[in-house]
């Protein structure tokens, strides 16, 4: 069993950045694909970055360039760094976890393909 725990939540003003963080316990993430999604007000789940057991990332077009998926399997954390925010962004993010060994990353974007789920941290961009 894997828990996921994500925090760094906050307001934050409109072009701001912010960095979440998501710890792990109960087994090594070193073997897993690591995924961040967010739930944006009145919206669905939707998928923002994954970076497999390999280090590949891959991200939503709507926030390449702009953010950055890492991992520290030391620490048994994956970290999102996310810069120039908009209203657009506004969000509970959440960390997921998938044991699945895919070698098409695109695989990935989709949330029924992930083991664990942290509750989520809430991300405000105020204007």
């Given at each position: 069993q894997v828990q996921l725990v994500e925090s760094g939540g906050r307001l934050v003003q409109a072009g701001?950045?912010?960095?979440?963080?998501?710890a792990a316990s109960g087994r090594t993430l070193r073997?897993?694909?690591?995924?961040?999604?967010?739930?944006?007000?009145?919206?669905?789940?939707?998928?923002?970055?994954?970076?497999?057991?390999s280090g590949a990332v891959y991200?939503?077009?709507s926030v390449k360039g702009r953010f950055t998926i890492s991992r520290d399997n030391a620490k048994n954390t994956v970290d999102l760094q996310m810069?120039?925010?908009?209203?657009?962004?506004?969000?509970?993010?959440?960390?997921?976890?998938?044991?699945?060994?895919?070698?098409?990353?695109t695989y990935y974007?989709?949330?029924?393909?992930?083991?664990?789920?942290?509750?989520?941290t809430q991300v405000t961009v105020s204007s």
């Open positions: 701001g950045s912010l960095r979440l963080s998501c073997t897993y694909a690591m995924g961040w999604f967010r739930r944006p007000p009145g919206k669905e789940r939707e998928f923002v970055a994954v970076i497999t057991w991200y939503r077009d810069s120039s925010l908009s209203s657009e962004d506004a969000a509970v993010y959440y960390c997921a976890a998938s044991g699945i060994a895919h070698l098409d990353g974007y989709n949330e029924v393909k992930y083991d664990y789920w942290g509750q989520g």
